[in-house]
């Protein structure tokens, strides 16, 4: 059974940081592109961060350039985005996405709060 399941969100203060996971299983990862996104409340969900199959390119959106650092372990087949310096702004369900030519995957989410 193909699944993502990210883990690591949770409620930090601002300037705090979180690392959050998302663990592949059902297919192997290091043949897919991967992503996170983010949705904030009644926003339209967007791109916070990508990584080639390699590892060796990485995209940020604006807005987290700095902050965020994506990274892949292959070998774990699972996927990090450390986040650090966080800001209100950052609260959103975080998900994680793993495509090629022929499928996508979305995880379910998890939920990163930046409050004091």
């Known amino acids: 059974q193909v699944q993502l399941v990210e883990s690591g969100g949770g409620l930090v203060q601002p300037g705090g940081s979180l690392r959050l996971s998302c663990a592949a299983s059902?297919?192997?990862?290091?043949?897919?592109?991967m992503s996170w996104y983010r949705q904030a409340p009644g926003k339209e969900r967007e791109l916070v961060a990508a990584i080639t199959r390699t590892g060796d390119t990485t995209t940020y959106a604006d807005s987290v350039k700095g902050r965020f650092t994506i990274s892949r372990d292959n070998a774990k087949n699972t996927v990090y985005l450390r986040m650090n310096s966080l800001k209100p702004g950052d609260t959103a369900v975080y998900y994680c996405?793993?495509?090629?030519?022929?499928?996508?995957?979305w995880g379910q989410g998890t939920q990163v709060t930046v409050s004091s």
């Open positions: 059902g297919f192997t990862l290091s043949t897919y592109f």
């Open positions: 996405k793993a495509e090629n030519l022929f499928n996508d995957y």
